[in-house]
């Protein structure tokens, strides 16, 4: 097994403001697995503030297990699980491999990933995010999207809870009734805040208000979520199946918001959607900001299973020039899956890719 890595760094069409801070780029760690003829597409995204990890961390994780990445097996789904688990690596390269591999298995098995995973839906609708800024802005930009076909629509808060009031309203008086408005604090709510917020809002037909609070204060997320008429999702919150477990146990989530850099990977959330179903909580989709790599892995994730109701898949659509083309193909807001084998992209874009040497 050979590997080759890239740094990718693709500019927003527009800098993204969120609760804890902007975003002006989307950058990634690119990976290439080669074994023979075939090869195996995957992608990390690092967080610090998500998974404690940054991008030197996880090139330094890759660089560390190489002899194990070169007596990898991709012969099944749950041989594939258990290695990458078993790597003594940060979460955004456990995920990259874990999707390589899955690349490779499905190319082998002559299938498009997303059918081998379940193949449950042909398409999906992705909402679209819009960052925090003046109420008036946030209008504006929700209607402009709203002219290039899109419906649903994610709004970034977490800065001023009066502003963030007046925020939904402005964007719910421009769209009018029909269109569907999401909101995400991004942990930037203190609990007071929070419940004076969501009961607000709520005049405003909101489908589902995410991380509202700190991720780690699971008694006032629990809390609030009894007070709030509007389902609460958790983001920050849940990362792993076993912090999937303790949420549902808890009972603190209406819907668990799944990412493939917090979970490790595609089997890793697998595992996550069937403690979810089975405790009666849905799932949602989403990312970090991925190339049309890792929204195409995410995205064949969410058609496979029929726990998976919201998808905020818009990485890809708000940069500049996708790295990769192919793969889950957006047409406006409809994501469309491609027919080839395994993830079925191609890269398209290589000024945007930087080699790195790891071996």
């Known amino acids: ?49 998500v998974l404690g990890e940054t991008m030197e961390d996880a090139l330094a994780s890759l660089k560390k297990i190489i002899p194990a990445i070169k007596k990898a097996s991709y012969e099944s789904i749950e041989a594939i699980h258990e290695f990458t ?37 042909e398409s999906l609708v992705t909402d679209i995010t819009i960052g925090i800024m003046e109420p008036e802005e946030m209008a504006q930009k929700a209607l402009k999207f709203a002219e290039r076909g899109f419906s649903i629509f994610k709004l970034k808060l977490g800065e001023n809870a009066e502003k963030d009031i007046d925020r939904v309203k402005k ?8 269109p569907t408005i999401r909101v995400d604090a991004n942990e930037g709510w203190r609990y007071e805040d929070a ?49 999937a477990l303790r949420a549902v146990e808890e009972d603190i989530a209406d819907i668990i918001n799944i990412k493939l850099m917090k979970s490790r990977g595609i089997t890793p959330a697998i595992r996550i959607i069937a403690i979810s179903e089975t405790a009666g909580v849905k799932n949602m989709v989403g990312c970090f900001s991925e190339t ?68």
């Open 195 to 243: 419940v004076r917020v969501v009961n607000r809002i709520a005049d405003y037909e909101v489908e589902l208000v995410e991380q509202p609070l700190r991720h780690d204060m699971l008694h006032e997320l629990k809390m609030l979520r009894r007070e709030s008429p509007i389902p609460i999702a958790l983001d920050e919150s849940v990362r792993t199946p076993g912090e």
């Open 1 to 49: 097994m050979e590997i080759e890595a890239w740094i990718s760094e693709v500019p927003l069409v527009e800098p993204l403001r969120i609760a804890p801070g902007t975003s002006y780029t989307q950058r990634s760690i690119i990976i290439r697995l080669r074994d023979g003829d075939l090869e195996g597409w995957g992608e990390a995204c690092q967080s610090r503030r």
């Open 85 to 121: 688990e078993g790597l003594d690596a940060t979460p955004s390269i456990k995920a990259a491999l874990n999707i390589a591999l899955l690349d490779m298995y499905s190319k082998s098995e002559k299938r498009p990933l997303w059918k081998l995973l379940g193949g449950y839906r």
């Open 292 to 359: 049309r790599l890792g929204i195409t892995a995410t995205a064949y994730l969410a058609q496979a299973y029929r726990n998976v109701y919201y998808y905020d898949l818009d990485c890809d659509i708000l940069s500049m020039d996708p790295v990769f083309r192919g793969g889950s193909e957006p047409e406006g807001p409809v994501r469309r899956p491609s027919q080839g084998y395994g993830l079925g992209v191609t890269l398209s874009n290589e000024g945007y890719l930087r080699p790195v040497k790891i071996v």
């Open 171 to 178: 964007v719910r008086d421009a769209l009018g009734e029909g």
